[in-house]
């Protein structure tokens, strides 16, 4: 193996471990807030870490299903539409992959378990077809800033995105750089 091949197989690990890194840290996020949620409805008198360690079990799980999801192209049919449409298709269509691949993952744990867990009602939204849905939705609007953020960042490029966001003084320059280039161009 050359070099140079070596290297972009390096460069395309790295890329790839940042991805999952940044989806599964989201989707901890999501997680985590989901169950604060649920102790704070429930009144629950302390924090349930097991209940957190789950959530950060299926935030690693998902991200790499999310990963294999987007290498096969999940949810890329409406990428020709104007920004908002796949974005919100993608929140929709991965949020969806989520609850499917859930309910899948218990059925299959359950049949590990022995033919009594096996059978067991689904587990998303309390095992109902409405709560599921409500989950799903939940899912869905968590998931569209994640969308939205990554296919701009698509656009403009992820180290500009990152610079508008956290670099102080990025938005005067970029602001000054768009006037620049709205008075050199012609007007349509």
């Given amino acids: 193996m050359t070099s140079e091949r070596v290297h972009k197989i390096k460069e395309k690990a790295v890329e790839e471990f940042r991805s999952f890194f940044v989806m599964a840290l989201y989707l901890w ?71 499917v691949f859930h309910e899948v993952e218990h059925y299959v744990v359950g049949w590990f378990s022995g033919p009594s867990h096996a059978l067991t009602l689904p587990t998303v939204g309390g095992g109902t077809w409405a709560g599921a849905a409500c989950v799903w939705a939940i899912m869905s609007v968590s998931l569209a800033p994640f969308f939205a953020m990554r296919e701009v960042s698509r656009l403009v490029g992820v180290g500009r995105v990152w610079r508008l966001m956290f670099q102080p003084g990025a938005r005067a320059a970029f602001a000054a750089e768009e006037a620049g280039r709205s008075r050199a161009s012609p007007a349509a």
């Avoid at 924090?47 to 690693?60: D, E, H, R, S």
């Fill in 29 to 99: 996020f999501v997680f985590g807030l989901m169950m604060l949620n649920e102790a704070v409805i429930l009144k629950k008198p302390s924090i349930n870490f097991l209940a957190q360690g789950f959530a950060v079990i299926n935030a690693l799980v998902l991200a790499k299903v999310m990963l294999v999801a987007d290498d096969l192209r999940f949810g890329r049919e409406l990428d020709h539409l104007p920004l908002a449409w796949p974005i919100l298709y993608k929140a929709v269509m991965f949020g969806l992959l989520f609850v």
